[in-house]
């Protein structure tokens, strides 16, 4: 019997108030809940990449990651702040393309995306021991009932949870009190500018690559000089008045 994640063929996303993306439909809705879901972007997964550059003298694992997300590229804009991402065989680490990565959440205690999380929290904690001289060794499980607090006060608040805050918690977690030299990303690597977003043969996809909501271009990001950025492209009421 194939996996259930190899039934999903596409979805369609939104763009959020937050500037994240948002799962809102899916081919396979027998076995995914699109409520709450969450989508990585290419800029968000360029950004986690970096992240765990320096885990990688710790053992870290690649292929965890790899399996962690399900490639997609943008197929159509539906309109109204609507895109069908259609998915495809590029890996998400090694390839130049610019993809959507859906994180397996099939079984959200087992499955790869868990498995990952995991992984990461073992990884940081090991480095942190290593770098960090703690009068007793710091623990995964510190780690973890720190940041399960976190996310019971964005429950309590309403506010859902996106997969990649969920995993640069992890990646750049320093306990309370201490620091990490060189640990915080520069502001400047977060705005740089995505040229070609993304580079498709379809003429249709090349068109919506060129579109104004589907892409971050030097206007954009000069109005936006003195905000991080958080995933996504300008609001949809700015892409409306440019229409």
Known sequence: MPKSTNLIEWCTVRIGEDLNWWVTEVSDDVHWDVDGLSIIDPRQISHMIDLVEPLRGYSFDQDTMDRAFIPFKIQKDLGEGLVRLQRTNESLLDTEESLFGLPDV?????G???DFLNHISKIRVRMLNDIIDFEQ?????ELEDELREEENNSFIEGRAVHMFDEITRILDYVPTGWELEGDETDEDEKDEVIDDYPDIDD?????????????????????????????????????????
């Open 106 to 110: 099939i079984d959200d205690e087992n």
């Open 137 to 141: 060794p710091f623990t995964v499980d």
């Open 112 to 114: 790869p995306y868990a």
């Open 203 to 243: 003429e249709e996809a090349k068109k919506i690559s060129e579109s104004e909501n589907l892409r971050w271009d030097e206007d954009e990001e000069e109005e936006t000089k003195d905000e991080a950025y958080q995933g996504g492209p300008p609001d949809e009421e700015e892409a409306e008045e440019k229409d």
